[in-house]
Nanobody, 115 residues
Framework: QVQLVESGGGLVQAGGSLRLSCAAS????????MGWYRQAPGKQREGVAL???????NYADSVKGRFTISRDNAKNTVYLQMNSLKPEDTAVYYC?????????WGQGTQVTVSS
């Protein structure tokens, strides 16, 4: 199994920035995708950003132009740069990787944006 460790969450004022990181516990071969998801209180978990093996990226409409997903294959790490944060971005953010027929989720990191 692969464990994912997230970091970088916290409290920030509206308009501010945060950078989330998600590191895998070991090298993972045949990665199909690496992504970030979030879940706000009382809401379902939703996809935020995804980067697939070929490098293409996809974003939720609500974060396009503000968030950027990237990866460092050598470090088995995926990042989420979040700029121009809004109170509605407040949620627990989870990373997920898929490889072969498997997937793993991180434990989540809290992001709180104050108005």
């Amino acid at each position: 199994q692969v464990q994912l460790v997230e970091s970088g969450g916290g409290l920030v004022q509206a308009g501010g920035s945060l950078r989330l990181s998600c590191a895998a516990s070991r090298n993972v071969f045949s990665i199909r995708s690496m992504g970030w998801y979030r879940q706000a209180p009382g809401k379902q978990r939703e996809g935020v950003a995804l980067i697939i093996s070929g490098g293409n990226t996809n974003y939720a409409d609500s974060v396009k132009g503000r968030f950027t997903i990237s990866r460092d294959n050598a470090k088995n790490t995926v990042y989420l740069q979040m700029n121009s944060l809004k109170p509605e971005d407040t949620a627990v953010y989870y990373c997920r990787i898929t490889w072969s027929l498997f997937d793993s989720w991180g434990q989540g990191t809290q992001v709180t944006v104050s108005s």
